[in-house]
């Protein structure tokens, strides 16, 4: 096991304490109402989780990105929705500000996002550019001091409550993924505007919406590296982010796992404890060892990127693997359960419905393994 440093350990400990008393108890009922957590966001923004990985000076707590990893696992272990609010804020909507922007953009910028004053948003996927997201058709004109963006974002997490968001416009479309830049788009821009709020199967207390773009003028400043950067720019936001899903995805799989010990314990059949019957043992021993193999995954692509060092492969490694983990656990915690667990009662049938957009999110297991694959194999001529 990867040993973590005592500062390492305090983040955990506080943010388990914290996502015990604070959110679980409400987890049912945002799932339920889909409703948005403000409050417990304001909560967690006041104990510095907002801002976890980003230096004191731009308004964060100054942890490195593996303490952000293990409060994004404790956060799962109760609530999908809450733990997918902060990745997006802090992986997608705040690090590639922080990390590619001029010294001018991270000190306007990142500080009222690392406070929890602002949440972050991130606007690549569109109605034709999913998976293929050079396919980009969203436009930035130069104007003047301004940029002007036509075009669709959808699927954005934290699009309906965040301030800020950063996001992908082409500028030359002779260029292919070349011609995409990436700029900074605040609420209340001209021609911004918040559209349709997606239904969803789970996370359901997440906030996912699509945004409009429709002659919005965005300041020549926002422009986040050189007009040819914005592929590259959120290619490499999203090794980061696959990290952080990979530790949803974690933190889903040993949240059903440790109900599931609990419950096999306590629920009785045929005069004995169902955790008695080798049936039940064989899939809590599955269950414990995919979560740690798992664990060992995340935590050494987050050390990587600590270290800055190459990350690309271990954080799509991370998120296939925990993300079908994820899956496979929460499927036999409904199946321990029986048929409690097919009941909202019970969170395992949340917790599997949560898990599944980890396997999509983020870029979905097939485009995993095709990263990983050309990583081993390097490009084809």
Known sequence: MIELTDEQRMVQETVRDFARQEIAPRARQIDEREEFPADVIQKMAALNLLGIPFPEEYGGAGGDYLSYILAMEEIAKVCGSTALTLAAHVSLGTWPIYAFGTEEQRRKFVPPLARGERLGGFGLTEPNAGS???GTQTTAVPAGDDWVLNGTKTFNTNGGVAGTFIVTAMVDRTQGAHGIGAFIVEKGYPGFAVGKVEKKLGCRG???????????HVPATNLV????EGFKIFMKTLDGGRISIAAMALGLAAGAFEKSVAYAKERRAF?????SFQAIQWMLADMAMEIEASRHLIYHAAQLKDAGKPYTKE???????????????????????????????????RMWRDAKLCEIGEGTSEIQRLIIARQILGKFE
């Open 206 to 216: 997440s906030n996912t919406v699509e945004l409009i773009l429709q002659d919005c």
């Open 225 to 228: 590296g050189k007009p040819d």
């Open 132 to 134: 293929d997201s050079s």
């Open 271 to 275: 005069g004995s404890p169902i955790g």
């Open 315 to 349: 954080a799509s490694m991370a998120k296939l693997f925990a993300s079908e983990t994820a899956m496979r656990a929460t499927f036999k915690a409904i199946q321990i359960h029986g048929g409690y667990g097919f009941v909202r009662e019970y969170d395992v049938e």
